[in-house]
């Protein structure tokens, strides 16, 4: 296992500190991405901020993009959540990808359609908070599942709670699946879920190196330095030898 001064430093933004020295795996491989480019929790260890103001999206719409590898236990892949409100993404008891938004009037969650558990997948989060309020769950590119009616949830969704990968701002249900890339991105209007789907293709493309359509592990994906140059990429990071 790597020591306690192994962390997730964000390219733009924070470092999240893992909660305790644990058998977190790194340098795992994602057949998106290649070898050395992911790691897999072990569903006790977690990583966090040590402020609450980081992840906070107030009444902005965001998209959530990341690679995972799908786990049949219930648990939280990030969250920015506490008992009233905020946002979170997980994994629910049927296998579906949820993501829940909660402002201080109630909360809507969002599912995908079942996951096949152990494979790898592209996902997006388009959570569109002002004009058609809808949320909408996204792998490969593609709609998965029905968006959820988030016009309800209007309010501000910052709270005091610390933003969290690997389990929830209350450091429950963590993740024991694999996470290879994550990042979020807030706007104020003008993107639709009809536009959606052209735009994940094209981020998806540039990540990768490869088209969903026809993408497969034997294809050559983009060098790591790609993701690189995306903002709010988290990577591995280690305080001691900067590697």
């Not at 009233?84 to 909660?102: E, K, M, N, P």
Request: glycine share 10%; net charge negative.
């Amino acid at each position: 296992s790597e020591d306690s001064a192994t962390n997730l430093i964000a390219e733009v933004g924070t470092t999240l500190a893992r909660s305790a020295a644990g058998t977190i795996a790194y340098a795992q491989g994602c057949p998106l991405l290649g070898t050395d480019t992911a790691i897999k929790g072990d569903g006790t260890n977690y990583f966090q901020d040590s402020g609450t103001t980081y992840g906070n999206v107030g009444t902005a719409g965001m998209v959530f993009s990341f690679l995972f590898c799908a786990t049949g236990t219930t648990s939280v892949l990030f969250a920015k959540r506490n008992a009233a409100v905020g946002y979170q993404c997980g994994i629910d008891a049927s296998d579906r990808l949820a993501f829940t938004v909660q402002d201080a009037d109630g909360g809507v969650t969002t599912v995908s359609a079942a996951l096949t558990i152990g494979c790898w997948y592209h996902a997006d989060i388009v959570a569109i908070r002002e004009g058609e309020g809808t949320c909408q769950i996204y792998l490969e590119a593609v709609a998965s599942g029905s968006a959820g009616n988030i016009s309800t949830a209007e309010k501000t969704l910052d709270s005091a709670t610390a933003f969290t990968v690997f389990a929830d701002s209350n450091d429950a249900t963590p993740f024991d699946g694999s996470l290879s890339y994550l990042a979020g991105w807030t706007f104020a209007a003008g993107l639709t879920q009809a536009a959606a789907p052209v735009v994940l293709k094209q981020r998806f493309l540039a990540l990768t190196g490869f088209r969903p359509q026809v993408s497969n592990v034997g294809v050559d994906t983009a060098p790591l330095s790609y993701t690189r140059a995306t903002n709010a990429t988290l990577e591995k990071y280690n305080a001691t030898t900067g590697k």
